[in-house]
């Protein structure tokens, strides 16, 4: 008799789970990468250099792979449509939102969008939320309130108002925000609209260069003032520009996309709430930060929303209905 071998499907399953967690883990870092490339560079300038050399890498990776890089034609009015609002809408306005707030409330707002896309797939996809689902979502929305915020403004906004956060309270920052999670939000439903018949890695490679020329076009603007097109950055900078590019866009998005087009996407996206946790894990291990109490929370009830959201339906089983005049055993 043979010997019984082990089932590789537990590390198979443990590796899609931390690729699964990597994006998010990158764009918790991103977004602190890109803030200080603001200071000597427009937003459009830093959108089109995230945006251009991620896409071609990724339909470069697309090749060594051997995936077809081809898009059917029945998916080119979704595709087209996925890049303008997910590429082009979406990387503008984080851009530009990202200058004009603070990082913290930037990326409350920012990680709110798992909330709309929870209701688009719920009305698209049919998927099921559930209670425990619609309460997952919320506790995720409280515990990025809590990493995001100041301690400030949440012991005292009920008492103060707007005061609690000092003279502007709500800038144009946090309405580009906001735009920007509705764009992604969309986008993500159309990713998979924009893949039915073409491969994800392919089509997330061609809606970063497509979603990119609209935002080049734009920025040559400064260039016919007189203005060099390339900002004035320095090496630190460039490294921090290339990180946010290669990392936090290519590597980021196309595995962000890849799971997106299949499976349960109300779930995968609430991995989001996590983003702000693996910003502020960074801080720890790298530079010395110490969390606050509250800080704390907001992780627990961020991770508590992600199990709560990806166990719903098991967590969730009402009893079954019993035939009229039959007593339950």
Same mark, same amino acid.
């Given at each position: 008799?043979?010997?019984?071998?082990?089932?590789?499907?537990?590390?198979?399953?443990?590796?899609?789970?931390?690729?699964?967690?990597?994006?998010?883990?990158?764009?918790?870092?991103?977004?602190?990468?890109?803030?200080?490339?603001?200071?000597?560079?427009?937003?459009?300038?830093?959108?089109?250099?995230?945006?251009?050399?991620?896409?071609? @890498?990724? +339909?470069?990776?697309? *090749?060594? !792979?051997?995936? /077809?890089? &081809? #898009?059917? $034609?029945?998916? =080119?009015?979704?595709?087209?449509?996925?890049?303008?609002?997910?590429?082009?809408?979406?990387?503008?306005?984080?851009?530009?939102?990202?200058?004009?707030?603070?990082?913290?409330?930037?990326?409350?707002?920012?990680?709110?969008?798992?909330?709309?896309?929870?209701?688009?797939?719920?009305?698209?996809?049919?998927?099921?939320?559930?209670?425990?689902?619609?309460?997952?979502?919320? @506790?995720? +929305?409280?515990?990025? *309130?809590? !990493?995001?915020? /100041?301690? &400030? #403004?949440? $012991?005292?906004? =009920?008492?103060?108002?707007?005061?609690?956060?000092?003279?502007?309270?709500?800038?144009?920052?946090?309405?580009?925000?906001?735009?920007?999670?509705?764009?992604?939000?969309?986008?993500?439903?159309?990713?998979?609209?924009?893949?039915?018949?073409?491969?994800?890695?392919?089509?997330?490679?061609?809606?970063?260069?497509?979603?990119?020329?609209?935002?080049?076009?734009?920025?040559?603007?400064?260039?016919?003032?007189?203005?060099?097109?390339?900002?004035?950055?320095?090496?630190?900078?460039?490294?921090?520009?290339?990180?946010?590019?290669?990392?936090?866009?290519?590597?980021?998005?196309?595995?962000?996309?890849?799971?997106?087009?299949?499976?349960?996407?109300?779930?995968?996206?609430?991995?989001?709430?996590?983003?702000?946790?693996?910003?502020?894990?960074?801080?720890?291990?790298?530079?010395?930060?110490?969390?606050?109490?509250?800080?704390?929370?907001?992780?627990?009830?961020?991770?508590?929303?992600?199990?709560?959201?990806?166990?719903?339906?098991?967590?969730?089983?009402?009893?079954?209905?019993?035939?009229?005049?039959?007593?339950?055993?």
């Amino acid at each position: 008799m043979s010997p019984v071998l082990p089932s590789p499907l537990p590390p198979l399953k443990s590796l899609n789970a931390l690729l699964m967690l990597l994006p998010f883990a990158l764009w918790g870092t991103a977004m602190a990468a890109m803030k200080p490339l603001l200071e000597h560079g427009s937003p459009l300038q830093v959108a089109c250099l995230r945006l251009l050399p991620a896409g071609a @890498l990724l +339909l470069l990776a697309a *090749l060594w !792979l051997r995936r /077809p890089l &081809a #898009v059917d $034609r029945r998916d =080119w009015p979704w595709l087209l449509a996925f890049s303008l609002v997910d590429a082009s809408l979406f990387q503008g306005l984080l851009a530009r939102g990202l200058g004009q707030t603070g990082a913290g409330l930037g990326s409350v707002l920012i990680d709110s969008q798992p909330l709309l896309v929870a209701l688009l797939a719920r009305s698209l996809f049919g998927e099921a939320i559930n209670p425990v689902g619609w309460l997952g979502l919320v @506790l995720g +929305l409280v515990g990025i *309130l809590c !990493l995001g915020l /100041p301690e &400030a #403004v949440l $012991r005292h906004w =009920w008492l103060e108002g707007p005061r609690a956060i000092g003279a502007r309270p709500w800038s144009h920052g946090e309405l580009w925000m906001l735009g920007a999670a509705a764009a992604m939000a969309v986008g993500t439903v159309l990713c998979r609209y924009a893949s039915r018949h073409s491969d994800p890695v392919a089509v997330t490679g061609w809606h970063m260069l497509l979603g990119g020329l609209p935002l080049l076009l734009l920025a040559e603007w400064p260039v016919r003032a007189g203005a060099g097109w390339l900002p004035d950055w320095t090496g630190g900078e460039w490294a921090l520009m290339a990180y946010a590019t290669l990392l936090g866009s290519a590597v980021a998005y196309g595995l962000f996309f890849w799971f997106a087009s299949s499976g349960d996407l109300t779930g995968f996206t609430a991995l989001t709430f996590l983003t702000p946790v693996f910003a502020l894990l960074c801080g720890v291990l790298w530079l010395d930060e110490q969390l606050r109490p509250l800080q704390w929370l907001g992780a627990g009830l961020a991770l508590g929303s992600v199990l709560l959201i990806n166990r719903r339906a098991q967590l969730w089983q009402p009893a079954p209905v019993q035939p009229h005049g039959q007593e339950q055993p």
